[in-house]
């Protein structure tokens, strides 16, 4: 993963959704790199927000998301295709917030959560 993917990623999702309001990484190069400092910069309305250093913890929210999306979805269901993947990945991410209910979140799921908050 280089600067200049991390960019290239960083545009197609802009092209698709729109600019978002803060971009949040950690301080890997990729990150720091004026390619890619430069992209974010020149976007109007987005902010690019960086995990201080040992902040280890700041995004232990996703990183459990993610061992959550291995473990119970790409490591039961191995392809080799990668738009199967992508649509498989795509359904559990459905499932993850709108049905599957967590005891962290008091058994609702993570849209009931979201949409009391909106």
Known sequence: ?????????????????????IINTDQGSQYTSKIFTDYVSK????????????RATDNAYI????????YEYIYLN??????ELYHG?????????????QRTLDNRTPMDVYSLAA
């Open 43 to 54: 976007l109007y309305t987005t902010k690019l927000s960086m995990d201080g250093k040992g």
């Open 1 to 21: 993963m280089d600067a200049e993917t991390c960019k290239e990623v960083i545009e197609l999702a802009v092209e698709i959704h729109g600019e978002p309001e």
């Open 89 to 101: 990945i795509d359904r559990y991410i459905k499932y993850y917030n709108e049905e599957l209910r």
């Open 78 to 83: 191995p392809t080799n295709n990668v738009m």
């Open 63 to 70: 990183e459990r998301f993610w061992r959550s999306i291995k």
